[in-house]
């Protein structure tokens, strides 16, 4: 009989919990603290809860053993996704809510942050059988998406690296962030310089190949003159400006970001 004795089975004094004289309610500031004393912390909800919540037993004595069905989430919680995400509960979810915000938020943790058009959208869109780890690559979500017919497309197919030249946004809308990754154009010396990817990229679909020398833009006699006095051309990391037969190769070359800040002062 627990009456019997100073301390339960787990070794804690009756008062620790209790106050004398009476059993109940328990003492109002009990020297018994659940994480310290016990190794496992109650958090949000859990704190809220009384102990005979998560502690059983169908009599006194066997209550104070204060023995648990277990120490997992899954223990103590029915797992209502039916082994579709596994058994760590944990990793989506905490004592304070079944709220999926925090697997929203686990979820940016990955290779695959749910950013901008893929933020809200259902799990399953995605993650289409349990246990299911979806590829990262644009083009094994999105190769139906592709339109073959269109110019920017050309020389490409629906295997192509879609990421390239698009971000999760709006597909008609992504190059504008992406550009500068390669070369600044909406912003910069650049900015406002041009009408149409063709100004640069005159071979239509191939955008790896580019021109500074289209007309309206540089001219290779001004370049030259801008470069040169006489013999004395500028130099910059292991390049000479080559007065004959400059290619916009070279001008990337010496201005990677479209200005003097690689060379020049
Ligand atoms: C770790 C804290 C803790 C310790 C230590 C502890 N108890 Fe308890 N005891 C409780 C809790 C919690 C209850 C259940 C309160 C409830 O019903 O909500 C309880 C219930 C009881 C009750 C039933 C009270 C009633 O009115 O239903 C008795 C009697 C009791 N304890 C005696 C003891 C004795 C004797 C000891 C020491 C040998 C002891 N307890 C140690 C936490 C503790
Ligand atoms: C949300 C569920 C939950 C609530 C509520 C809860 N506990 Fe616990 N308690 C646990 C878990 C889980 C353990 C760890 C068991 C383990 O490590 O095996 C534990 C361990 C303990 C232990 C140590 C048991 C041992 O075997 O060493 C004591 C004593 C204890 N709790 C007392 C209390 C008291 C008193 C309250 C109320 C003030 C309470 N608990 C409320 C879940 C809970
Ligand atoms: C020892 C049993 C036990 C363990 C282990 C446990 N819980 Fe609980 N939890 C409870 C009990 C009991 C409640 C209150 C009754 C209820 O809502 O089911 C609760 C409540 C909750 C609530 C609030 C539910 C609501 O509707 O407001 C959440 C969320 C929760 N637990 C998440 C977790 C998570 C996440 C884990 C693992 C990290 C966990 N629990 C581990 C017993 C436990
Ligand atoms: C990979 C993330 C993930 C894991 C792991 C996970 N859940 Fe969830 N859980 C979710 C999401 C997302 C929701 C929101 C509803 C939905 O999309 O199914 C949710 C909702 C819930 C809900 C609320 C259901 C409702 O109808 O409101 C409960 C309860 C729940 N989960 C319990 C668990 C338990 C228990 C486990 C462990 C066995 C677990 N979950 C594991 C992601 C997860
Ligand atoms: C737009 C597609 C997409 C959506 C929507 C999505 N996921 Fe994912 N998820 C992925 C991809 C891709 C990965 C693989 C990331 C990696 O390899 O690092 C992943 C990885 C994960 C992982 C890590 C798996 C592991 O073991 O490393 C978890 C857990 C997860 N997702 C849960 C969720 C949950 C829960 C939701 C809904 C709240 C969700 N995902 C919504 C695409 C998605
Ligand atoms: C695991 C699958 C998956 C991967 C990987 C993935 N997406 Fe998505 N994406 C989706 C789903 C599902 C949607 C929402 C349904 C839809 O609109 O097709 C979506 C939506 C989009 C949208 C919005 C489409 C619209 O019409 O509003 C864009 C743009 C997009 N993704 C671009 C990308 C880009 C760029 C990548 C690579 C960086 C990528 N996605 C990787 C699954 C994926
Ligand atoms: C070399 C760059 C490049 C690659 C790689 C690329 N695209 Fe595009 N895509 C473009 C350009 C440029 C446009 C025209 C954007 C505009 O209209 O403003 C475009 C337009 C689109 C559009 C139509 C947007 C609209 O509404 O007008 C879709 C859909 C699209 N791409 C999907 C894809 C998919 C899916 C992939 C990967 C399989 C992909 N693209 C790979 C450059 C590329
Ligand atoms: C002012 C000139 C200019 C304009 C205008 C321009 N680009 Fe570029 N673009 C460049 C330069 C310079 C590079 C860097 C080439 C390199 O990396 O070798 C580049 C690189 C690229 C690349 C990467 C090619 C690769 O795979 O290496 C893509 C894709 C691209 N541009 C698409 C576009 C699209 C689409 C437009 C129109 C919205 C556009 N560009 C407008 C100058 C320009
Ligand atoms: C060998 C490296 C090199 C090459 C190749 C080169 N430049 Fe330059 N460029 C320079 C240097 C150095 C300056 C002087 C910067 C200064 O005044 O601080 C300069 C100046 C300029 C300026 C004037 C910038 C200003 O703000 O005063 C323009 C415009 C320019 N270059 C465009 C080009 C173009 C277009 C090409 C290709 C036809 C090109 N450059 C090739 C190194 C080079």
Redesign the pocket.
């Known amino acids: 009989m627990v009456s019997g004795q100073d301390t339960v089975q787990v070794d804690i004094a009756c008062l620790d919990c209790h106050q004398s004289g009476t059993w109940f309610p328990l003492s109002d500031i009990p020297r018994f603290e659940h994480e310290k004393d016990t190794g496992y912390k109650l958090e949000y909800v859990h704190a809220e809860l009384s102990c005979v919540q998560c502690h059983v037993g169908e009599s006194i004595d066997a209550f104070h053993t204060f023995s648990v069905k277990g120490t997992d989430?899954?223990s103590c919680?029915?797992?209502?996704?039916q082994n579709y995400?596994?058994?760590?509960?944990e990793?989506?979810?905490t004592p304070e809510d079944?709220n999926?915000g925090q697997?929203y938020r686990r979820h940016n943790e990955t290779l695959f942050p749910l950013l901008a058009a893929h933020q809200s959208l259902?799990?399953y869109l995605c993650h289409s059988s349990p246990g299911m780890i979806p590829s990262i690559e644009c083009q094994d979500c999105h190769s139906s998406d592709f339109i073959p017919d269109l110019g920017s497309h050309s020389g490409l197919n629906d295997r192509a690296d879609c990421s390239t030249c698009h971000a999760p946004t709006r597909w008609n809308q992504i190059l504008a962030i992406n550009h500068g990754v390669f070369f600044p154009i909406y912003s910069g010396e650049h900015q406002g310089k041009w009408n149409s990817c063709s100004t640069c990229h005159t071979q239509s679909g191939d955008f790896q190949t580019f021109t500074c020398l289209s007309s309206g833009c540089h001219s290779v006699s001004g370049m030259n003159s801008e470069h040169c006095e006489g013999n004395d051309c500028e130099r910059c990391d292991g390049l000479t400006y080559p007065r004959t037969g400059v290619d916009s190769d070279d001008c990337y070359y010496c201005h990677p970001q479209g200005n003097t800040s690689k060379c020049g002062d």
């Open positions: 989430c899954v919680h029915q797992d209502v996704h995400w596994g058994s760590q509960c990793t989506c979810h079944w999926p697997a259902e799990c």
